[in-house]
Every structure is written in C-alpha cells, then in structure tokens.
C-alpha cells in the first residue's frame, strides 16, 4: 500500500507546476493547462484522503465533482478564447487589452 505522503508530494508537485504555468505564461490556452493542472492535484488529494479512510466516499464524491466542473469550464473558457481571438487576432494575454461591449 502506497503511504498516503506520497499522494500528497505528488499534489504538491503538480499544483506547484500548475501555478508556475499559470503565473509565467502569457498564452490563453497555456493557463488554461495550468488551471487544469491544479484541478487536477486537488482530485488527488481528495481521492488520497478518501481512500485512507473508506467508510467516507466524500472524497470521491468531490473529485467527481470537480472533474465535471473543470470539463464544464473547459469547454467555456475555449468558447471564449475563440471569440477572443476572432476579435484580437492573438491569444496573448498582455496584448487583450479591451473589452468592447455590443
């Protein structure tokens, strides 16, 4: 059985990665990664805890949550980056510098 730190190093490594891609780049669709990245620790952390106590399914629960969550605002996000690029011509976060209203 895999000791429950390993779990959480894992998450750790994963959320610290999401959150470096998120801070440095500059791409719409890079954060988008990052975001997803750090989604994704958190399920583990979630699954991690639930399984280290299996009369409690909450953890489960929740990771199935934040998983339909995430795909959810992954398909709004891209709906939104292409219309943001339709307009800008660029999916550079630092050249977006409007937003026109209609």
């Known amino acids: 059985m895999i000791p429950l730190h390993h779990f959480l190093l894992l ?4 959320f610290s990665i999401g959150l ?5 780049k500059k ?5 988008l990664i ?4 750090m989604l994704n620790a958190a399920n583990i952390n979630l699954v991690a805890f639930s399984r280290y106590d299996p009369t409690l399914l ?3 629960v929740f990771a199935l949550f934040v998983i339909v969550v995430a795909a959810a605002e992954t398909a709004l996000v ?3 980056a292409l219309k943001v690029y339709e307009h800008f011509r ?3 976060l630092d050249k977006i510098s409007e937003v026109r209203e209609r």
């Open 11 to 14: 998450s750790a490594c994963l």
């Open 20 to 24: 470096v891609v998120v801070i440095t």
């Open 27 to 31: 791409n719409l669709i890079f954060v």
């Open 34 to 37: 990052g975001l997803e990245l």
């Open 58 to 60: 909450q953890g489960q």
């Open 78 to 80: 891209l709906a939104i």
């Open 90 to 92: 660029t999916t550079d």
